[in-house]
């Protein structure tokens, strides 16, 4: 009697909202450890630190993503940041002061989410990974709690996969509420190469990170409580 082949179930999957940073490359460590099957994406926003979108697909490599897409979208056409416009990168500033800096991208993280969720429509994935931290960021008001629930609840009335098909989309932020040194320590203890990720707005033309912007000195504080040395160059020690 031939035996009858029963079907495994299909790997779950997820995208990953990866832009080649230390959180968002931790994100991509924390869903593969799931067990998910990750699908990156990556926007080119015509961003002043355009570094990270080499580190973004070193890291999508480097950690085994299923697949890693990078979209093109001008948002120096908007501008309004000092990431998108003519605008300079503020400089040894406190980075958890209650003003948001204008490193802030209008509407960034609602355009970016919003590409994300394309994809998982696309790749029929139902988790939407992305790397906010309402602990360790610059005020940026879309890392917030109350926007990632809002956008979830959206993701379900604007999709097809979610209007007709039930599915119930979720955005995962699994470093919400943890410190930037707690991110580093978790992504270590997953095998994380930080040396592939990038941080700095303001990279200088070789290739430094300057050391002084918000992402700059939040990243080496974070380092630094960790106890654990920092693997990028910096233009200052």
């Known amino acids: 009697m031939m035996q009858s082949m029963v079907s495994k179930d299909p790997q779950p999957r997820a995208v990953v909202l990866l832009s080649g940073g230390l959180d968002s490359t931790t994100v991509l460590a924390i869903a593969l450890a799931e067990g998910l099957e990750c699908h990156c994406l990556t926007v080119d926003y015509r961003q002043r630190h355009r570094v990270e979108l080499e580190a973004a697909r070193k890291v999508a490599l480097a950690l085994g993503a299923a697949s890693h897409r990078v979209i093109t979208l001008d ?12 605008i300079d990168v503020p400089k040894d500033q406190d980075p958890e002061s209650c003003e948001v800096p204008i490193t802030y991208v209008p509407a960034r993280n609602t355009i970016l989410l919003s590409l994300l969720l394309g994809l998982a429509e696309v790749v029929e994935a139902d988790q939407l990974f992305i790397g906010a931290n309402a602990v360790d960021y610059s005020g940026y008001p879309d890392c917030r709690p109350a926007f990632l629930q809002t956008f979830e609840n959206l993701a379900s009335l604007a999709t097809v996969a979610g209007a007709e098909h039930g599915v119930q989309f979720r955005v995962r932020a699994p470093l919400l509420e943890l410190s930037k040194a707690d991110i580093i320590r978790r992504g270590l203890d997953l095998g994380v190469d930080y040396g592939l990720t990038w941080s700095c707005y303001d990279p200088t033309a070789d290739g430094h990170a300057c050391g002084r912007c918000d992402s700059c000195i939040l990243r080496r504080r974070g380092f630094q409580e960790a106890g654990v040395e920092d693997p990028i160059a910096y233009v200052i020690s």
């Open 75 to 86: 948002l120096r056409a908007i501008g309004g940041s000092a990431l998108t416009d003519d």
